[in-house]
């Protein structure tokens, strides 16, 4: 059965820092993997999809690399500001019928002024 | 603007009264699904549909009723509410079969008392 996990769960990091955000899942047979963002009372907004064929993806501030064999996912965000404050959540799809999306727990992350 | 819309975004009601959540969107998705998340659970879905007329269970269905009558909404009913299904629900789609970049609605934050 397919688990993710999000290390650290909270993070809390002054403006302009560079931070990687971690996600590792059980299963390497993924079809690919979701990262989101998550603010209080709003739906969850896509960031980066990476294919399982693929290593990394970018997007402005933002690069999620894949690292399919050993089960691991990172997000980068360079220069962050507090509008990034948010919880971000990656999510795998499996191989199976139902296409469904398998979260982590989310990295709930603050960027102090 | 492309969108998943849901309604209502809040709702309390009472044990065993029917209520539909609806959930639509504009991009001419194939692929819509529900899930439900929980503190400590995190994000688990309901149900899911390949196109129309095809539904089918996700992980938890116990309790809910779907429909796709139409390839923009996807209503998710329950039928006699209880309140373990107090809880916030998003709706999602994707352009075919959820191997692609899925995108959420608002979200619904449900209390049954």
């Known amino acids: 059965k397919q688990e993710v996990t999000q290390i650290p769960a909270a993070l809390s990091v002054p403006e302009g820092e560079n931070l990687v955000l971690n996600c590792s899942f059980t299963d390497s047979a993924i079809y690919n993997l979701q990262w989101f963002r998550q603010d209080p009372g709003k739906g969850l907004t896509s960031l980066l999809l990476?294919?399982?064929?693929?290593r990394e993806q970018t997007s402005g501030r933002l690069n999620a690399s894949l690292d399919k064999s050993s089960g691991r996912s990172t997000l980068y965000i360079a220069a962050s500001q507090p509008g990034d404050s948010a919880t971000y959540l990656c999510?795998?799809?499996?191989?199976?019928?139902?296409?469904?999306?398998?979260f982590g727990s989310g990295t709930r992350l603050l960027v102090r002024p | 603007e492309a969108q998943v819309t849901q309604n209502p975004r809040y709702l309390i009601t009472v044990t065993g009264k029917k209520l539909t959540v609806t959930c639509s969107q504009n991009?001419?998705?194939?692929?819509m699904s529900w899930y439900r998340q929980d503190p400590g659970l995190g994000l688990r879905q309901i149900y899911y549909?390949?196109?129309?007329?095809?539904?089918d269970k996700g992980d938890v269905p116990e309790g809910y009723k779907v429909s796709r009558k139409e390839k923009r909404n996807f209503p998710l009913i329950l039928e006699s509410p209880s309140p373990n299904q107090t809880s916030l629900y998003f709706c999602?789609?994707?352009?075919?079969?959820?191997?692609?970049?899925?995108?959420f609605g608002p979200g619904t934050r449900l209390l049954v008392l």
């Open positions: 991009m001419n998705h194939e692929y």
């Open positions: 549909s390949m196109n129309v007329e095809v539904t």
């Open positions: 999510a795998v799809s499996g191989m199976d019928s139902s296409y469904k999306l398998i």
């Open positions: 999602a789609s994707s352009l075919k079969q959820g191997r692609e970049t899925q995108y």
């Open positions: 990476i294919q399982s064929s693929q």
